[in-house]
């Protein structure tokens, strides 16, 4: 059985950083491109980051981009997040997800992590 | 950058079918996914590749796409089908590639 654990989130200040992590089983990891996405709290879905399998790609949505930073640890079956310079537009679900393919272009968000809250304020 | 649009809402009787759009400049040419949400949640894959079920769903659940529209239907409506739903799709010619619809929340009434 496919399992995606988020960890990380919790209440931060503006301004201050935040690091979430995924961990996995179930599934050969190195073999997948893995993403993050956020909902606000009664909202939509809104895609953040992907990697593919061997980190070759890498992208960002446009609200998070320079701020944020995804990275994976094959060897340790993980997923992870940097947060920098946090606003409260940030305060969200973020959860990891599992693609499809190894690439992950026109392919599906197969799987999703129960998520982890991430609440930015003073 | 792409803009998928939806129902906010979508009511159904029991047993009666309901249908989801998500609207999209030529989605035709697109792969489209769907995606359901119940409260309290993590949202999970019920179509994927227009048309194409995982393992598990229910073939109450069907999709088509063509031209600017892509059509999620939920045949035979159950009270446990009552969630949000999104659709999804790839675009190729942003640096923002994954795009989501504006979601639907199906009502059973």
């Known amino acids: 059985e496919v399992q995606l654990v988020e960890s990380g989130g919790g209440l931060v200040q503006p301004g201050r950083s935040l690091r979430l992590s995924c961990a996995v089983s179930?599934?050969?990891?190195?073999?997948?491109?893995m993403h993050w996405v956020r909902q606000v709290p009664g909202k939509g879905l809104e895609w953040v980051s992907g990697?593919?399998?061997?980190?070759?790609?890498?992208g960002y949505g446009d609200s998070v981009k320079g701020r944020f930073t995804i990275s994976r640890d094959n060897t340790k079956k993980s997923l992870f997040l940097q947060m920098n310079s946090l606003r409260p537009e940030d305060t969200a679900f973020y959860y990891c997800?599992?693609?499809?393919?190894?690439?992950?272009?026109?392919?599906?968000?197969?799987?999703w992590g129960q998520g982890t809250l991430v609440t930015v304020s003073s | 950058s792409y803009v998928l649009t939806q129902p906010p809402s979508v009511s159904v009787a029991p047993g009666e079918t309901a249908t989801v759009t998500c609207g999209g400049n030529?989605?035709?040419?697109?792969?489209v996914h769907w995606y359901q949400q119940k409260p309290g949640q993590a949202p999970a894959l019920v179509i994927y590749?227009?048309?194409d079920r995982p393992s598990g769903i229910p073939e109450r659940f069907s999709g088509t796409n063509s031209g600017n529209t892509a059509t999620l239907t939920i045949s035979r409506v159950e009270a446990g089908d009552e969630a949000d739903y999104y659709c999804?799709?790839?675009?190729?010619?942003?640096?923002?590639?994954?795009?989501f619809g504006t979601g639907t929340k199906v009502t059973v009434l």
């Open positions: 999804q799709v790839w675009d190729s010619s942003s640096a923002h590639p994954y795009v």
């Open positions: 997800v599992k693609d499809a393919l190894s690439v992950g272009d026109a392919s599906p968000f197969e799987n």
């Open positions: 990697i593919s399998w061997n980190s070759g790609y890498i």
């Open positions: 590749y227009d048309n």
């Open positions: 030529n989605i035709g040419s697109e792969s």
């Open positions: 179930g599934f050969t990891f190195d073999d997948y491109a």
